[in-house]
């Protein structure tokens, strides 16, 4: 299948690079050429503009934010200034409201469009191990799904809106923020009673909280692999934010996010913002005097 693949990033890369290794003619772009080389090395092509990588059946974004996914779709060689028309995935993180936005401007274009952002970090990407959260037309999504499964394990198909995908994203990422702040004020009150954080990290992850996300991000506190970045702080705080805005939109009280984002702002004003959003652990064992 000829597809294009617009934002070439830690995933982006990965996602694209599994979509060459699967035997589709895939065209890429990204804001910073360079990026771009390893791909076209892989037997991608390169396009000079968003609207030349959307010169196909299909074309994904997977962008930082919502200003990012905004400039490629709605510029003046954007996605939908391409005659090809194809489907848009968008496997961005994004916001409800943009998601809506997109939705009605592709409508009204005559062009397809779903959501499907991810679950998995860089490694899973990589090896093609992602979770797919994908809603939209049911007509779409079937011509997807032979791309859905070259990048990942699993695809849920949530609803025929594309926001309900990006819902369940954010939902997704604040509770992978409220684990690991769980486990690192754990890890830190177990640190300060004489306890080694590797032995309760065994305790947690062998008897109720085996659940992947404890495992890896229980991992990544304990060996404090904070850098490089499987996922930067400052897009952690993005997509905070981003939830509460829908939280706001939607009338939901989320006391608990407030003090994510409190934690996820120290974290950058002490350690920087090319570290990992797992090193807010370092703030809760500072605040402790550890």
């Known amino acids: 299948m000829q597809i294009g693949f617009i934002g070439l990033g830690q995933m982006g890369s990965a996602i694209a690079g599994n979509l060459v290794k699967a035997g589709h003619e895939v065209t890429v772009w990204n804001r910073s050429s360079d990026k771009a ?137 604040f509770m992978i923020m409220a684990a690991i702040e769980s486990l690192a004020e754990a890890m830190t009150l177990a640190a300060k009673n004489g306890v080694e954080k590797s032995v309760l990290l065994d305790v947690l992850t062998n008897t109720l909280f085996g659940a992947p996300v404890y495992r890896t991000y229980g991992d990544i506190i304990l060996h404090e692999r904070f850098e490089p970045a499987g996922f930067a702080a400052p897009l952690g705080l993005k997509d905070m934010n981003l939830a509460d805005a829908a939280a706001v939109a939607s009338r939901v009280p989320m006391p608990f996010l407030a003090v994510l984002r409190s934690q996820l702002l120290t974290t950058i004003a002490r350690h920087g913002e090319k570290v990992d959003w797992s090193a807010l652990a370092k703030v809760v064992a500072e605040n402790s005097g550890l």
């Open 37 to 173: 080389k390893s791909l076209v090395a892989a037997g991608a092509r390169q396009a000079g503009t968003p609207a030349g990588a959307a010169a196909g059946s299909v074309v994904f974004t997977m962008l930082a934010n919502d200003e990012a996914v905004e400039q490629v779709v709605f510029g003046e060689d954007g996605v939908l200034a391409s005659s090809a028309r194809p489907i848009h995935v968008s496997m961005s993180t994004i916001s409800v409201a943009l998601a809506e936005r997109l939705t009605a401007a592709h409508a009204a274009a005559g062009v397809g469009f779903l959501s499907a952002p991810v679950f998995g970090r860089p490694d899973a990407a990589a090896a093609a191990k992602l979770f797919l959260v994908a809603a939209g037309d049911e007509k779409a999504l079937a011509i997807c799904e032979p791309l859905f499964a070259a990048v990942g394990q699993r695809t849920f198909k949530v609803g025929a809106e594309p926001k309900m995908a990006n819902a369940i994203k954010l939902c997704g990422n």
